[in-house]
Nanobody, 117 residues
Framework: QVQLVESGGGLVQPGGSLTLSCAAS????????MGWYRQPPGKERDLVAR?????????ADSVKGRFSISTISGDNKNTVYLQMETLKPEDTAVYYC?????????WGQGTQVTVSS
């Protein structure tokens, strides 16, 4: 089992910055990749960014050049960060952390990001 705890969401003005974090604990040795999805109101959940164990990253076209994903391992935890810059109103969504393991995917509870003046 893997437990994911997210933090860092909130309200930010357009053009502002925000960093999300997600700490994975439990059976972390089986994690092969971690990342973030988001679900705007009334829309489907889509990939924002992910990083595989080898450090290979993938970003949605809409966030390339503005968002950066990174991970840190230690103290029996894997933590994935999503640094978001130059935020736009269309970035407003519930952001979900996920961890891909050999046996299944795990999801965080979601954190709301609202970009509004």
């Amino acid at each position: 089992q893997v437990q994911l705890v997210e933090s860092g969401g909130g309200l930010v003005q357009p053009g502002g910055s925000l960093t999300l974090s997600c700490a994975a604990s439990g059976t972390i040795f089986g994690i092969r990749g971690m990342g973030w999805y988001r679900q705007p109101p009334g829309k489907e959940r889509d990939l924002v960014a992910r990083v595989l164990g080898e450090g290979v990253t993938k970003y949605a076209d809409s966030v390339k050049g503005r968002f950066s994903i990174s991970t840190i391992s230690g103290d029996n935890k894997n933590t994935v960060y999503l640094q978001m810059e130059t935020l736009k109103p269309e970035d407003t969504a519930v952001y979900y952390c996920y961890a891909h393991t050999d046996w299944r995917d795990y999801w965080g509870q979601g954190t709301q990001v609202t970009v509004s003046s």
